[in-house]
């Protein structure tokens, strides 16, 4: 049995399917985001880490500042690897679905 519509035209149960997969989009985006965000701090503050250990001339001068650049940088590719991978293939015909009905 199909769920009833308290519209003339019967848009409801469309726009209640448009808004679950609305949420699943969003819910894909933020956990992307923050798992590979957080690797990405991880890896910048590991790299950092690596280039102070290894003594490496202007990185070894100024080891604050070099663990800063490479945790900001590492967190802010992770973001953005983050917000690559949520919008591949399959997130695209999720979305496509949803704003054709808008």
Known sequence: ???R???ANGDAP???ECESELLAIT??????HLLIGIAGLILGASAGSL???AGVGPF???PALTLLSTTV???ALGLWFGGA???GPGASAEQHRYHQYQ
Request: charged share 10%; hydrophobic share 55%; no cysteine.
């Open 1 to 3: 049995m199909q769920p």
């Open 5 to 7: 519509s308290n519209s």
């Open 14 to 16: 469309v726009a209640r």
């Open 27 to 32: 819910r894909a985006l933020e956990g992307a």
């Open 51 to 53: 280039l102070l250990l």
């Open 60 to 62: 070894a001068a100024s």
């Open 73 to 75: 940088l590492g967190a």
């Open 85 to 87: 991978t949520a919008l």
